[in-house]
């Protein structure tokens, strides 16, 4: 019986933004979308998929972070100039690595946000200062009324990326954190008062990059991320998920 458990895997269940992905990558390699053709507006995509317009946007952000997608803002976007044989095995890789790779999509995480803090405490501005002020406030509102801050939490993270004045560190981080907050969520780790923790790691990651300290900002992100950081390397996220397979 123990070895037929061990041979039964997971149901794979696609995210809204992957079927998005998977139907684009069709019409381009079917021919019907060529390179250089430009995609239809945010408000039509919607309308046909029959999703909300941030998961479409979500979608072609990951299609352009991966260059398979390029945005001009005085004429809309257009299909990457690519070979179709090379769309066809990003966009397969895109949507796998979605599913597949969490403990490697916390360690870039990880790494990438430590960075990111450092220099936004060197380059933030007021306005930056205010964006941050702003979304760690958001965060904090739904969080001592016990309501889901999942988004509040993206936003506090992107609001830092933003102040890097790195536009790629900024679109990676895009890219990473919304599959990764959702994994988390859908996983249940990090449970227990971990929502409420994050208030005083989030005002303390704000001092720093107030005082414009990068090493002190370091510090404070690397608190706020040891949490996940040990789970993924000591392996727990693959128990939990096999604990609750038992239940």
Partial sequence: MKSLIENITAIQLESPVDKIIGQLKQLIVSGQLKPGDRLPAERVLSERFGVGRSYIREAILKLEFY?????????GTYVAGLSINVIDTLISDIIKFNKDDFKA?????????LTAVQLAAERRTEE?????????????????VSEDAVEEDMIFHIRIAQATKNSVIESMILVLIPDLIKKIVDTRICV???????IIDHREVLQAIEKGDPQLAKEAMGNHLDEIWQISKSGLIAENMIEKAEI
């Fill in 67 to 75: 260059g398979l997608l390029k945005t001009n803002p005085q004429s």
């Fill in 105 to 113: 999509l916390i360690e870039a995480r990880y790494h990438l946000e």
């Fill in 128 to 144: 930056d200062l205010e964006k941050i002020k702003e979304a760690m406030k958001a965060y904090e509102s739904k969080i001592l």
């Fill in 192 to 198: 227990h008062n971990r929502a409420k923790n994050a």
